[in-house]
């Protein structure tokens, strides 16, 4: 019999690289800027593999809903309690969660009309640059997911995470449909650090960051995920994809080695619009890496929960957003993990039996 008393944790060790990512790409049909914290393939698959995942985390999310000054028109808050769903059943598999903050209601009909935003010059995206510059400096916080709603009078807009990752973006009125219920999961998922399907396919060939049809180039190329298809951009000046029965049928696009795409329009990071409702287990290994080491994610999640383990301790992963306290026997030859946001106990009396394996990590979460 030997006695236990260890606390170890996972702290921030993110090491940067460049990539080819870096000023050719969109987010959602606006220009982005550099993206200096995009996690490689191999950061992922490391963090992955060493079975330090925090197996559940709770981000707490604010949304903004831009209104006539005379709060008359946008969203509800039931409106917002069924996007609130939305992303919660999306995410739900991959135990991710949101916890909602009091909706802030901004009611300025400068903000409404188009004629404040307006004062940008570039185009379409004025709305980006709104958000960024006007929007996020006045309402925004770092310990959160903040998400700004763009009202229907600004149009038929897509959504835009601004940034990859980022602590806030933008979703638009116009898609709160059940039709486009994986809209506000896109953007979140931009938020924890995952790219589009189709990243980088507009490229001209030969080029290292367009991904090839074979997977060969998967790890370092494209979405940097290797469980998810090339994808030459669905309906979206690149390719032909069935929205009413969700099938993908084209076979003009070609990638660089002239092979025809194979894409997966239910990827919520693709443009398969309806059809969108998965994440891949790579793209929920980025966003779990991301919440735990990222630049944003650790910093958006809940300390909410504290958990106590006693007992026989058997086989199995035991966590909490905030505390693990452990107090009890684990078994003989037992695996087992702790996790928790900021303190892992294990308190006098907690043994650990001949041929076992005890691994601990923290997190992290804000506690504010
Ligand atoms: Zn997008």
């Known amino acids: 019999m030997k006695y236990l008393i260890i606390i170890s944790s996972l702290v921030c060790c993110v090491f940067w690289s460049s990539n080819p990512l870096q000023a050719q790409s969109q987010a959602c049909g606006d220009p982005a800027p550099d993206w200096p914290n995009i996690l490689t393939a191999a950061q992922v698959n490391q963090y992955a593999a060493s079975n330090f995942q925090a197996p559940s985390f709770n981000i707490r999310i604010k949304f903004h809903i831009l209104r006539q000054t005379n709060g008359t028109t946008g969203p509800s808050v039931a409106d917002i309690n069924t996007q609130l769903g939305y992303l919660n059943a999306n995410f739900a598999s991959h135990n991710i969660s949101f916890t909602l903050d009091p909706t802030n209601f901004i009611n300025n009909s400068n903000y409404v009309t188009g004629s404040y935003v307006g004062t940008y010059s570039d185009g379409s995206s004025r709305y980006v640059p709104f958000t960024r510059d006007t929007l996020y400096p006045q309402y925004g916080a770092t310990n959160r997911l903040d998400i700004f709603v763009w009202p229907s009078e600004f149009g038929f807009l897509a959504g835009n995470a601004i940034n990859i990752p980022n602590d806030y973006m933008a979703i638009s009125e116009v898609k709160f449909s059940a039709l486009w219920s994986a809209h506000i999961s896109h953007e979140a998922g931009h938020c924890l650090n995952l790219l589009h399907t189709h990243q980088s396919a507009n490229l001209t060939c030969p080029n290292a960051a367009k991904e090839e ?10 979405d940097l995920c290797c469980d998810t298809p090339a994808d030459p951009k669905l309906n979206n000046g690149g390719s032909v994809y069935n929205t009413s029965t969700c099938t993908y049928s084209d076979t003009v696009p070609r990638d660089c080695e002239n ?11 693709s443009y398969g619009n309806q059809c969108r409702s998965i994440f891949s287990v790579e793209q929920r290994n980025r966003m779990h890496a991301e919440l735990s080491f990222g630049a944003k994610g650790p910093n958006m999640l809940v300390c909410n929960t504290t958990l106590a383990v006693t007992g026989t301790i058997t086989d199995g992963l035991y966590s909490a957003n905030t505390t693990v306290n452990c107090n009890g026997d684990v078994n003989s030859g037992a695996n087992v993990q702790f996790s928790a946001g900021t303190t892992i106990n294990f308190t006098t009396g907690t043994k650990l039996s001949s041929g076992s394996s005890v691994k601990a990590s923290l997190g992290g979460c804000n506690p504010n």
């Open 213 to 222: 049809v074979d997977g060969g180039n998967c790890a370092t190329a494209g």
């Open 259 to 269: 092979a025809i795409y194979t894409p997966d329009g239910a990827n919520i990071m």
